[in-house]
């Protein structure tokens, strides 16, 4: 009876999960077009069998600028399992078209391992490539490199770890090479389109070398975020930083360099009303040829929606800004900070809010070496007409830009400049 019943699950559970996937499938495409309209994912031919499957399609990019779209051909190769199923992408045509030679003996490998509960796993491992074009003064190699996401609670969690040694592209105008890539990030969907989480980006080292610039390396660039939830999921703090060791052009080294953006108590459920009236605005500008009483009309809803989001996210109260810069240069060391805030509004207050900019309120400190503009003219050239108008002051070998908003008052050096109320 044991045995019997192992058998029975063996011949049944490929052919259900099998089914699982297809729905899965057909679920999954669904979700990537109604989320974004930049993506479209459509399926050609979906054929089932017990233990396999097979299937076809297109994938489309749309360029928001032009609106001009990209299709890319693929096939897939289903195997199905006990508890969940393996399906290997390739293109239509194969990895190497006819005529061309960019790959040794492996190809790439992108596959998508899913499970019955609702996880899956997407790998893409890359071996060396290396492509030229015998008449054009163009080339691209790379090492083996590796890419991974983990994908749980039915979408609502990932891991994505990038992994590539070394890349360098070759142009008409200069060659770039990348070294030691290294991506890791842990998110987990909050609300909307917001996602909580921290990530990690080092690169060992970027090196452009151009025949009309002189040559610039950057060693050991590290780029850090963190992003949490607060009150209950009602919002949001978050932080980026990004660091360097050092940039060398030519035969001069200048680092470490350093600068950290945050953002605290952002209300989630106004910024993914803004995100979404966002990406309405971008849509209406690329129908721009519709019947225009009905763009007008589209595009005044679509204000009002921005409107209500920038309102909510004031009154709820945030604070945002560049936290610390810091650049070092061999004549001294450039600082800063920025920061701009709004209270939180009671009630009434809410009620009775008429623009958005008169609570706001921020500051700036930013100090920069005077031999810096001294020595270079193209720093000298940018910085002359804010020394002229009072907005960087010297004191001592430095140059000083200190100010506070208030009241619709940006008061920067003693020069007081009003702000237009636009919300």
């Known amino acids: 009876m044991i045995g019997s019943a192992v058998l029975l699950v063996a011949g049944v559970a490929p052919w259900a999960v099998g089914y699982v996937t297809e729905q ?11 989320s974004q309209p930049f993506v479209r994912l459509e399926t050609d031919r979906y054929e089932r069998g017990v233990f396999s499957a097979e299937a076809s399609g297109t994938l489309a990019l749309m360029d928001p ?29 194969g990895w190497q078209h006819e005529g061309t030679r960019w790959l040794e003996d492996e190809e790439p490998s992108l596959t998508l391992e899913t499970r019955l509960w609702g996880s899956a796993v997407v790998e893409f491992q890359a ?3 290396s492509f030229e074009q015998p008449d054009r003064p163009e080339s691209v190699s790379a090492s083996g490199g590796f890419a991974r996401v983990e994908v749980g609670r039915m979408g609502e969690q990932a891991e994505v770890l990038v992994v590539w040694p ?8 200069a060659e770039v090479k990348l070294q030691d890539l290294h991506v890791e990030q842990s998110m987990a969907l909050l609300s909307g389109d917001v996602w909580t989480g921290t990530g990690t980006m080092s690169l060992g080292a970027l090196v452009v070398d151009s025949a009309e610039l002189p040559a610039v390396s950057v060693s050991n660039v590290s780029f850090e975020t963190r992003s949490e939830a607060s009150n209950s999921g009602q919002t949001l703090d978050s932080e980026a930083v990004l660091a360097v060791d050092s940039v060398s052009i030519e035969d001069a080294e200048y680092g470490p360099h350093r600068v950290a953006v945050s953002v605290d108590h952002l209300d ?24 225009p009483r009905s763009t007008y009309q589209q595009q005044m809803a679509v204000m009002q929606r921005f409107n209500e989001a920038v309102r909510g996210l004031a009154a709820n109260g945030f604070s ?30 809410r009620a009775n809010m008429l623009m958005v900019m008169q609570r706001l309120v921020g500051s700036v400190d930013v100090t920069v070496p005077l031999a810096l503009a001294e ?16 907005l960087l002051v010297r004191d001592g070998d430095e140059l000083v830009m200190k100010g506070q908003m208030e009241d619709l008052v940006l008061d920067i050096n003693g020069v007081q400049i009003p702000l237009p109320p636009l919300l």
Not at 68 to 93: C, M, N, R, Y
């Open 24 to 34: 899965q499938w057909l679920e999954a495409t669904e979700e990537v077009n109604q």
């Open 166 to 173: 070394e890349l360098s592209m070759l142009g008409p105008r």
């Open 65 to 93: 600028k032009t609106g001009e779209t990209d299709q890319i051909g693929f096939k897939v190769a289903i195997s199905h399992g006990v508890t969940g199923s393996l399906l290997a992408f390739s293109p239509k045509g």
């Open 268 to 291: 989630v459920a106004s910024w993914n009303e803004f995100s979404s009236a966002m990406t309405d605005m971008q849509l209406l500008a690329m129908n721009a040829g519709a019947d």
């Open 320 to 349: 945002v800004g560049v936290r610390e810069l810091s650049l070092a240069t061999p004549e001294g060391e450039i600082q800063g900070s920025l920061d701009v805030s709004h209270p939180e509004l009671s009630e009434d207050e």
């Open 375 to 390: 020595q270079y003219p193209a720093v000298r050239m940018q910085l002359s007409p804010l020394i002229k108008q009072g």
């Open 127 to 129: 071996p060396p490539v």
